[in-house]
Every structure is written in structure tokens, then in C-alpha cells.
């Protein structure tokens, strides 16, 4: 694997390196002596899937508190992502600043967020699944987010908005 280091500390592009043959090809996507090796949170508490039915769907901004604050391993496994990471962390010196990438089902490109980053992302095509694998248990209780268009980030969404979650258009600006 390739690991690329973001401009915000600590959040990395994974790039898995194929070896092919006449069947195809094989990649690791997760090993945990490198994640080690580049400083990284290997643990996994577990994994989910987020499926996507439309175009300019939008899941974010989410992060949980201590003591349940988790690192996320995101990739894209059909279709296109607009994938948002945001420093929550007060004492790092990109604190509130972002980073963006697009992940598809073609790259294999994997992104590490880091625990205490705010993750959201906008669905680039219709039929679009996400795998995130989580270094903590869900906590409902350690839950937070705010909106996706709060003005102290200016993230531009490249689509409309088509779907966007109850919950997700209920959360408060950002207060930090």
C-alpha cells in the first residue's frame, strides 16, 4: 500500500498496489503493521456500508465525542464520492481547515480520518456505496455533527442537494 499524507496532519490517501496476472489482479487494502508504521489507529470495531440511490446525496457532517471518538477507513465500492474531512482537533495548527478528495470504484483509493475529524460526503452518481471501517462502536450518545453548509467552513458541495438526512439538517452550527 501506498500511503500519501494529507495536508491535514495525521489524515492519509491509501493507495492499494495491484499485482496482476492473467486473472486479474490482488491488493492489500488493510494491513496492521503498516498502519502502524505510519502512526495510524489500525483497530477495527467495525464495519458498515452507507448505499447511496441518488446523485448529489449527502451524509455529513459527523464525528463522535471522547471517550468514543473513532478513526474511519472510507472507500468507495460502486460509483463516485465527494469526500469531506474537517481538523477538529484545537491544537493542531490545520485546526478547522479541510481537505477534499473524490474516491471511486475504479481508483480503489481508501482515505484514513483520523479521530476528532468531522466526515461527510456527497453522492457523485446514482447507486453509489461507501464502506467505512470504524475504530470504535457506534455511540448514539457521543454522536455529534453540524450542518454541511455551516459558513465557518464555505465547503462547496459540487452537486444540488437531492437527499440529505432529518438529522443531518437538524444539527447546529458549528461552536468551537
Given at each position: 500500500?501506498?500511503?500519501t499524507e494529507t495536508p491535514l496532519k495525521g489524515a492519509f490517501l491509501i493507495d492499494p498496489e495491484p499485482h496482476l496476472d492473467s486473472r486479474g489482479f490482488f491488493?492489500?487494502?488493510?494491513?496492521?503493521?503498516?498502519?502502524?508504521?505510519?502512526?495510524?489507529?489500525?483497530?477495527?470495531?467495525?464495519?458498515?456500508?452507507?448505499?447511496?440511490?441518488?446523485?448529489?446525496?449527502?451524509?455529513?457532517?459527523?464525528?463522535?465525542?471522547?471517550?468514543?471518538?473513532?478513526?474511519?477507513?472510507?472507500?468507495?465500492?460502486?460509483?463516485?464520492?465527494?469526500?469531506?474531512?474537517?481538523?477538529?482537533?484545537?491544537?493542531?495548527?490545520?485546526?478547522?481547515?479541510?481537505?477534499?478528495?473524490?474516491?471511486?470504484?475504479?481508483?480503489?483509493?481508501?482515505?484514513?480520518?483520523?479521530?476528532?475529524?468531522?466526515?461527510?460526503?456527497?453522492?457523485?452518481?446514482?447507486?453509489?456505496?461507501?464502506?467505512?471501517?470504524?475504530?470504535?462502536?457506534?455511540?448514539?450518545?457521543?454522536?455529534?455533527?453540524?450542518?454541511?453548509?455551516?459558513?465557518?467552513?464555505?465547503?462547496?458541495?459540487?452537486l444540488a442537494i437531492t437527499v440529505i438526512s432529518e438529522q443531518d439538517l437538524a444539527w447546529p452550527a458549528f461552536s468551537r
Amino acid at each position: 500500500m501506498i500511503f500519501t499524507e494529507t495536508p491535514l496532519k495525521g489524515a492519509f490517501l491509501i493507495d492499494p498496489e495491484p499485482h496482476l496476472d492473467s486473472r486479474g489482479f490482488f491488493a492489500r487494502t488493510f494491513c496492521r503493521r503498516e498502519f502502524e508504521a505510519h502512526g495510524l489507529n489500525p483497530a477495527i470495531a467495525q464495519c458498515n456500508l452507507s448505499f447511496n440511490h441518488r446523485a448529489g446525496t449527502l451524509r455529513g457532517m459527523h464525528f463522535q465525542e471522547a471517550p468514543a471518538r473513532e478513526a474511519k477507513l472510507v472507500r468507495c465500492l460502486r460509483g463516485r464520492i465527494y469526500d469531506v474531512i474537517i481538523d477538529l482537533r484545537p491544537q493542531s495548527s490545520t485546526y478547522r481547515e479541510h481537505f477534499v478528495v473524490e474516491l471511486t470504484a475504479d481508483s480503489y483509493l481508501a482515505l484514513f480520518v483520523p479521530e476528532f475529524f468531522a466526515h461527510g460526503f456527497q453522492s457523485l452518481v446514482d447507486e453509489t456505496l461507501v464502506e467505512y471501517q470504524m475504530s470504535e462502536y457506534y455511540a448514539r450518545e457521543r454522536s455529534r455533527g453540524f450542518r454541511y453548509d455551516d459558513p465557518v467552513f464555505a465547503l462547496a458541495w459540487p452537486l444540488a442537494i437531492t437527499v440529505i438526512s432529518e438529522q443531518d439538517l437538524a444539527w447546529p452550527a458549528f461552536s468551537r
